[in-house]
């Protein structure tokens, strides 16, 4: 697997961890993931590699979130993931995959662990 992170140019901490890829001249990839996001077999593969499960990669703060309650217990994993798949502002960044691993960059620096 090639090094990726899924980005958002407008988000500090986006930059700042690609800034980091960039400093330890890691050869990566970047997904601009508000104009393609990913797949739903996607997302559940970036969800398995972190090890948390689709509520915890969403961005509840998003005005999305609310209009769409997502913070409703009940709701299924599924549903929260299709969801990130039809708005993909709700993912939260960026997150970066690795041959050692994935992490969210929040902060940046928790991509040093994968690296």
């Known amino acids: 697997m090639s090094t990726k992170i ?3 140019a407008r988000c500090s901490k986006s930059r700042a961890t690609l800034a980091i890829l960039e400093q330890n001249d890691v ?7 508000l104009v393609n ?3 739903e077999s996607e997302i559940k593969s970036i969800l398995k590699d972190l090890g948390i499960n689709a509520r915890d990669l ?3 703060g998003e005005a999305k979130f609310k209009e769409l309650g997502l913070s409703d ?3 299924s994993e599924e549903h929260l993931i299709k969801s990130m798949i039809e708005f993909p502002i709700l993912i939260e960044r960026p997150i970066v995959r690795t041959e050692k691993g994935a992490v969210i960059g929040r902060p940046p620096e928790n991509v040093n662990s994968i690296l």
């Open 27 to 33: 050869d990566f990839e970047v997904v601009n993931y």
């Open 37 to 39: 996001p990913p797949s």
């Open 73 to 75: 217990k009940t709701l």
């Open 6 to 8: 899924y980005h958002n």
């Open 58 to 60: 969403l961005r509840k």
